[in-house]
């Protein structure tokens, strides 16, 4: 998204969340008008240059030959500048020319990634004499056509950007709209290879007949041109751009943060009945190694998308990433998953309480199985090979695509999946599934939160998902430096059976005076299969050291979680969610009364803390945020160790703050939960303001 201007209007904070609520912007950004808008004194109708078609959008959407045959047969790979330039200074001719060279000299271009692609801000804001596009020369000196040529010379192919309205979403330059043939033709004189064709300023023009009309001038050149479709999935593009474009967005804008990731990831997921060779959903560029994730979260994001055969657009100024981010987006196997030539987007084969599970069909008959942890704590996943769809086998080979490793199992496909993290394999029906090692599924349990001062137990569980022993088996559980985490039954065994199970008890102890928050301690197996192969397994579990609320009464804002959720950007202290970065929301408002202490959250939400059994009642004033704009309806409750102890009824954005109260007397845990009311999460800003516990 776009940078906004500050919010001086209750009508301008309406415009600004009702498209960070609503997630409809496109990667280009929009600080234009939406789709449906026309400015003040435009004409209605279509501003388009002939030929138009005869028929209706639908119509020739449907009968229309695909733009050109044969391409995007798998989803395009490459590279485009906006997630990490939009219109800065950095994007310009040497920085399109240097990653053309990265391609080439850091292996991405024999891993598949082909496009170097343009986004907004290439051209200057007025056409020539002639009504044609002109580069901006200070970006790009040599023009486009030299550019072009440069990349081809590299064997990649080239890509440009414009938007299907009257000027582009940056309000830089001017969109194509009533230009279409013409631009069309420039852009294929230049060389270029593949359009990515925005929504923005489009005065109210059908979509499916705005981009109708640029297919057609594009086929009208001759030239064969990748058509990515930019509408933000406003129009359902799945349904009836199959014909028209060879990619379409399905979802808003993404941003280098997690919730982003995962938004567009859950809105996208149900459409793999539309994807296939030729006609992909575009959930968004990749944010890989911009700098807002973890390299966890960022390796989540690019299995996820490989597996949803999402197209690959790296994001990142490659000529500043780190050798991690390499390794991610050159990961070659699970590039692979992508660019499998059956083309099956994966389906959801479970979702649950953070624990996702996901089966894609590739097309040597293997299946590539996800277990994908969305939550801040470490989640067991489990499915099987059937339920992943491969057939009754007396045995399966198990690739880890992130570690590079083989073992069998029987059938059973799980594990303990890290916060944020992704276990990615390729499931084959094997015979030759003795050759490698059973494959061991360690889990634990009870390790969170750990009182500072107190001593915790827990256990941890070895079990042998394969069909041969695992030979001297052993277990070792390690905390930070200084806590002492201790075994009190055996740590190992010399032979672990196919189904059976090592159990292991632990008492652990955090370091006198630790301070609360979140830690992390890691457990590792190792053990020899029959054939002497040596596995060790390392998994880490992140853990919360706490502390009861100190006696009187706190602000909730003051102390330390244990855990939070929310259904747009972060959960934030003392201001409103505001967008999806944190830190980036404004004072707590609520019916026109500020305050200075709170929560702002986003339905759905739950915020979790502990009491430790020492605090007696919460208390609140809830409500929507006025930087809705009126608009949102929520509710809100109060849990006490998984009891409903308060709830506040519907409240819209048109209400005042309403008190809300709870008796948590003897309760370990408070959960805070805002429920989208039943008709959707848009505009679904709620604030715990004044939150506060008596302990």
């Known amino acids: ?11 301008a904070r ?17 600080t234009a008008l939406p789709a449906t808008a026309r400015p003040a004194g435009a004409a209605d109708g279509p501003a388009t240059s002939a030929p138009t078609p005869a028929a209706s959008a639908g119509t020739a959407a449907s009968a229309a030959p695909r733009l050109p045959d044969g391409l995007a047969r798998t989803p395009p790979m490459g590279f485009n500048n906006w997630n990490s330039t939009h219109c800065g200074a950095d994007f310009n001719e040497a920085m399109i020319k240097g990653i053309a060279d990265i391609f080439v000299a850091k292996g991405l271009k024999a891993a598949g990634y082909e496009y170097v692609n343009l986004d907004d801000c290439w051209a200057k804001k007025e056409r020539d004499a002639n009504g044609k596009l002109v580069p901006d020369t200070t970006r790009f000196p040599n023009g486009i056509k030299a550019l072009a040529d440069y990349v081809h010379s590299k064997g990649l192919k080239f890509g440009i950007y414009t938007s299907a309205g009257t000027t582009t979403c940056a309000q830089a330059m001017p969109g194509a709209l009533g230009h279409e043939y013409s631009d069309a033709q420039q852009f294929a004189d230049w060389g270029v290879d593949y359009l990515k064709y925005d929504n923005c300023n489009n005065q109210g023009v059908d979509a499916k007949k705005r981009y109708i009309t640029m297919r057609d001038a594009l086929k009208a050149t001759g030239r064969p041109i990748v058509y990515s479709i930019c509408e933000w999935g406003e129009n359902k593009p799945w ?5 028209v474009g060879h990619l379409w967005r399905t979802t808003g804008d993404i941003s280098d943060v997690w919730d982003s990731m995962v938004s567009i990831f859950k809105a996208n997921a149900p459409l793999a009945p539309y994807a296939g060779p030729g006609h992909w959903n575009d959930p968004d560029m990749l944010e890989v190694g911009n700098g807002g994730m973890t390299d966890t979260e960022y390796r989540s994001h690019f299995s996820l998308w490989s597996m949803m055969a999402a197209p690959l657009l790296i994001g990142a100024d490659l000529r500043k990433a780190s050798q991690a981010t390499f390794d991610i987006l050159d990961n070659r196997e699970v590039v692979a998953l992508d660019q499998d030539p059956l083309g099956k987007q994966a389906q959801v084969l479970k979702s649950e309480g953070g624990r996702w599970v996901l089966s894609k069909p590739l097309a040597n008959g293997d299946r590539a199985v996800a277990l994908f942890n969305e939550t801040d704590r470490p989640q067991h996943i489990t499915t099987t090979a059937q339920e992943a769809g491969l057939p009754q086998a007396s045995g399966y080979r198990l690739r880890d695509l992130w570690k590079d490793e083989n073992t069998h199992t029987a059938g059973e496909i799980a594990g303990t999946v890290p916060a944020h993290g992704t276990l990615l394999y390729r499931v084959a029906a094997d015979r030759h599934w003795a050759q490698y090692p059973p494959a061991l599924d360690t889990a634990a349990d009870g390790v969170a939160p750990i009182e500072v001062g107190k001593e915790v137990r827990t256990a941890t569980l070895t079990r042998n998902l394969g069909r041969t022993p695992a030979l001297d088996v052993k277990v070792d559980f390690k905390g930070p430096q200084g806590w002492r985490v201790e075994p009190v039954t055996s740590t190992g065994t010399q032979v672990l059976p196919p189904g059976k199970e090592l159990a292991t008890a632990w ?14 301690l890691s457990l590792t197996t190792d053990y020899h299969s029959t054939r002497g192969q040596r596995v060790t397994l390392t998994l880490p579990f992140g853990v919360t050291a706490v502390q009861a609320p100190p006696a009187g009464t706190s602000y909730a804002s003051d102390l330390t979680w244990l855990s939070a959720t929310n259904g747009y950007g972060p959960v934030e202290k003392d201001m409103s969610v505001g967008g999806q970065r944190p830190g980036d929301g404004t004072p707590i408002t609520i019916g026109g009364v500020p305050y200075a202490k709170g929560l702002g959250a986003h339905a759905p939400s739950e915020i979790t803390y502990y009491t430790g059994g020492k605090c007696s009642a919460f208390s609140a004033q809830v409500g929507v945020d006025d930087e809705t704009g009126d608009q949102g309806t929520v509710t809100f409750e109060v849990w006490a160790d998984g009891r409903k102890v308060a709830e506040s009824g519907k409240l819209t954005g048109t209400d005042p703050a309403k008190a809300i109260s709870a008796a948590v007397t003897g309760a370990g845990t408070v959960r805070l939960v805002v429920q989208d009311a039943g008709d959707g999460f848009f505009y679904d800003h709620g604030d715990w303001a004044d939150a506060k516990f008596t302990c």
Do not use: F, Q
């Not at 998204?1 to 009508?11: A, D, F, G, I, Y």
């Not at 349904?239 to 014909?243: L, P």
């Not at 008492?507 to 992390?520: C, F, M, N, Q, V």
């Open 507 to 520: 008492k652990i102890s955090p370091l006198a005076g630790t301070k609360p928050g979140p830690y992390e």
């Open 1 to 11: 998204m776009r940078p906004h201007t500050p919010l001086t209007t209750r009508r």
């Open 14 to 30: 309406r415009r600004v969340v009702a498209a960070l609520s609503a997630a409809l912007l496109c990667s280009a950004g929009v």
């Open 239 to 243: 349904e009836w751009a199959a014909d």
